[in-house]
C-alpha cells in the first residue's frame, strides 16, 4: 500500500516551452502532496505544499508563477514548470501525506527534467 | 534552527554491518524517519521511529533514538551490495504539517 506515482519519468524540452509532471497517490487518498527539487548528489529541497482545494504553499524563494501547482482531488497534484529555461532542469520528487495517523510522507519515483 | 546532518559518505564490506548516523535539532519532532535512494529513483520508506521510543528493529535494520543528545541511528546487518545508496534521515515538522526537515545524506557504498 502507499503508492505514489509520477508522470512522465523523464522528459526533455525546449526553452521556452511549458511541463506538466503528474503525482497520484494511487491507493489511498493524501491530504497533502510536496513538491521536491533535487540537485545532483543534493538532499531534497522542498518547493511547495498543497492541500486538496487550496491555494499551496510555496517555500522562501520559489516562484509561484514558475511553478504552479494544482491539487484537485485528494489522489492527484500537478507541478506545471512554465517558460521552462536550462536552469530549471533538475530531478522533481513529489510525496504525499495524510495516511491516517501518520505524518509519514510516500515518495514518487521522481521525473527528470532537461530543458534544452 | 532547523538543521539535519549526516555523515557524506560510508563505505562498507560485503556482510560487515553498516552504521548511518544523523543529528538533529527539533526535539519537538514527533517521528523520524529513514528513507533510500537508489541512482535515479525516488525515496523508498525504509524504517520510521515515534519519538518516545527508544529502539526499532525490522528485520536487517535497527533504529537507535538518543533524544537527550537529539542523534538517530540506522544499523544494517549484513549490508548487501544491493544495500548501496543514499539514506537520508527525516524528521516530521509540527503534527499536522506533515513536513519534514531532510538530513544532507549519506552516501553508502558496499564493496563486495
Known amino acids: 500500500g502507499a503508492v505514489v506515482s509520477q508522470h512522465p519519468s523523464r522528459v526533455i524540452c525546449k526553452s521556452g516551452t511549458s511541463v506538466k509532471i503528474e503525482c497520484r497517490s494511487l491507493d489511498f487518498q493524501a491530504t497533502t502532496m510536496f513538491w521536491y527539487r533535487q540537485f545532483p548528489k543534493q538532499s531534497l529541497m522542498l518547493m511547495a505544499t498543497?492541500?486538496?482545494?487550496?491555494?499551496?504553499?510555496?517555500e522562501q524563494g520559489v516562484e509561484k508563477d514558475k511553478f504552479l501547482i494544482n491539487h484537485a482531488s485528494l489522489t492527484l497534484s500537478t507541478l506545471t514548470v512554465t517558460s521552462a529555461h536550462p536552469e530549471d532542469s533538475s530531478f522533481y520528487i513529489c510525496?504525499?501525506?495524510?495516511?491516517?495517523?501518520?505524518?509519514?510522507?510516500?515518495f514518487g519515483p521522481g521525473t527528470r527534467l532537461t530543458v534544452l | 534552527g532547523e538543521d539535519v546532518e549526516q555523515s557524506l559518505f560510508l563505505s562498507v564490506r560485503e556482510g560487515d554491518s553498516s552504521v548511518i548516523n544523523c543529528t538533529y535539532t527539533?526535539?519537538?519532532?514527533?517521528?523520524l524517519y529513514w528513507y533510500k535512494q537508489e541512482p535515479g529513483a525516488g525515496l523508498q520508506l525504509l524504517t520510521y521511529?515515534?519519538?518516545?521510543?527508544d529502539m526499532k528493529q525490522d528485520q536487517r535494520l535497527t533504529v537507535l533514538l538518543n533524544k537527550k543528545d537529539k542523534h538517530l541511528s540506522l544499523r544494517i546487518a549484513d549490508t548487501q551490495t544491493g544495500d548501496s545508496a543514499i539514506y537520508f534521515c527525516?524528521?516530521?515538522?509540527?503534527?499536522?504539517?506533515?513536513?519534514?526537515?531532510f538530513g544532507t545524506g549519506t552516501r553508502l557504498k558496499v564493496l563486495a
Open positions: 510525496s504525499a501525506g495524510g495516511l491516517a495517523g501518520t505524518d509519514t510522507q510516500y
Open positions: 521511529i515515534f519519538s518516545n521510543m
Open positions: 527539533d526535539s519537538s519532532s514527533t517521528y
Open positions: 498543497s492541500n486538496e482545494g487550496s491555494k499551496a504553499t510555496y
Open positions: 527525516a524528521e516530521s515538522a509540527p503534527s499536522g504539517t506533515y513536513k519534514y526537515i
